[in-house]
């Protein structure tokens, strides 16, 4: 009985090596029938080890970091083992679609492009993700732009760089070493479906596709991006007057059946992200002797104030964060920050519980008791400024119905955290 499992799993692990050598030695195969110049292959090669060099001092680079951006930066190298799966698919599809129809090829290639289009699809509705997700599309897309530009003039004026040596011609190989491997696979994909068709009208079209999807893909991510919750303000305003910006009717849970006779009810677990700019300035500015409002939902759901009283130290320069309008809790969170800079404040209100998150940090925890409740009025608006008030600015000011997680409160701060004004306009 053993010796018949052994036999058995033997059979199975046999039938495994030949099906990788059988695959190994289509791959080799389809390399030379593409690669049929040896000068190219060799070329290939030599600039294809520097390229490698490359990526492995960006991967280096990427767990290099230890710092909060280490988040997102390693993103990158996630797409890249997610790009190589797809791409031995992709060789593995060619092996099986080698000796059918064009009609059958093209159905194949089509229900990859759906399939990759569903993923897109997926992670740019996953809340809060789609303004991360967007903006590498459009980088790609970008880059894809640039590398089919270079591709056409290449082929344009391939005889004149090709005959050049030198340094000169290594940093012609090294340039146009992507758009000649995009020219590659576009004559094996003209010679898989028949078609005669000249090289540089498809990489024209191409990118003339590719410059619509730049400028019009943005439009419709951004109004994906704000299917997750309710922008209070998108642009920047100034904080020196107070400004109405929303009433709490405009948050409510909508009721869902209209023949029902509850009434909307305010949600308990949400967040609140913002961003804040403040000059420096003496304390001898109103304004800045006292405390003064920068943001409010319902007097206190949460509020942010500011204040730099020169004569106490113990006042100086503080910014300081009210979770609960309760009367039985009237203290504050209290953080100095730097001045001149834009500084995320994210609110997220779960349960029992509130996190706040400065710059992608969870700075303070905050929890609910029964005497200091969560209390919301029809009466409550969302606030921003005082008249007199401070010298700043406050931008990109979201309403999420639902807390986010850390990943992406840490995200989103990566993201927009060198741009000035903050605001998410892909």
């Known amino acids: 009985m053993f010796d018949g499992i052994k036999i058995f799993f033997q059979k199975i692990i046999n039938s495994m090596i030949k099906f990788m050598n059988d695959k190994i030695n289509d791959f080799s195969e389809f390399i030379n029938n593409v690669l049929i110049d040896y000068d190219l292959q060799n070329c290939l090669i030599k600039y294809g080890i520097i390229y ?7 991967i280096i680079l990427g767990y290099a970091s230890r710092d909060t ?4 930066t390693k993103l990158y190298v996630y797409t890249f083992g997610l790009i190589i799966p797809f791409v031995m698919i992709y060789f593995l599809l060619i092996n099986k679609t080698k000796n059918s129809s064009p009609n059958y090829k093209l159905l ?4 990859i492009l759906i399939f990759v289009s569903i993923l897109l699809y997926y992670f740019t509705n996953t809340n809060s993700t789609t303004f991360l997700v967007a903006s590498y599309i459009i980088n790609i897309l970008l880059l894809v732009i640039i590398i089919v530009g270079l591709a056409i003039f290449f082929y344009i004026y391939s005889n004149y760089l090709k005959s050049l040596s030198g340094w000169s011609g290594f940093f012609v190989y090294l340039s146009f070493y992507v758009p000649c491997l995009l020219i590659i696979f576009i004559k094996y994909i003209l010679n898989e479906f028949k078609m005669t068709t000249n090289i ?6 191409i990118e003339i596709i590719l410059i619509l999807l730049y400028f019009y893909l943005p439009k419709l991510l951004d109004k994906l991006s704000s299917k997750d919750g309710i922008i209070i303000l998108k642009e920047s305003a100034f904080l020196d007057k107070q400004q109405i910006l929303s009433s709490s009717s405009d948050l409510k849970i909508p009721d869902l059946d209209p023949n029902s006779s509850q009434k909307s009810t305010f949600r308990r677990n949400y967040s609140i992200s913002l961003w804040v700019y403040l000059n420096e300035q003496s304390s001898e500015y109103k304004a800045y002797s006292k405390e003064t409002n920068i943001f409010d939902y319902g007097n206190g759901k949460p509020r942010v104030t500011y204040y730099n009283d020169s004569y106490d130290s113990k006042y100086t320069d503080k910014y300081v964060f ?8 009237k203290s504050g969170f209290e953080i100095s920050l730097p001045h001149q800079k834009w500084h995320n404040f994210v609110f997220n209100y779960r349960d029992s519980m509130i996190d ?5 940090n969870l700075e303070k925890s905050y929890s609910f008791t029964e005497n200091n409740n969560q209390n919301f009025f029809v009466s409550d608006q969302i606030t921003i400024g005082n008249t007199d008030g401070l010298y700043g600015a406050i931008c990109n000011i979201k309403y999420y119905t639902e807390p986010l997680t850390q990943f992406q409160i840490v995200n989103m701060y990566n993201l927009l955290m060198n741009k000035n004004p903050p605001v998410n306009n892909l």
């Open 52 to 58: 490698v060099f490359i990526l492995v001092a960006i």
């Open 69 to 72: 951006a280490a988040v997102s």
């Open 108 to 111: 194949v290639y089509a229900l």
């Open 200 to 205: 540089v009208f498809v990489l024209f079209i």
């Open 322 to 329: 009210y979770f609960n309008e309760s009367n039985s809790d």
């Open 356 to 360: 706040l998150f400065i710059n992608g």
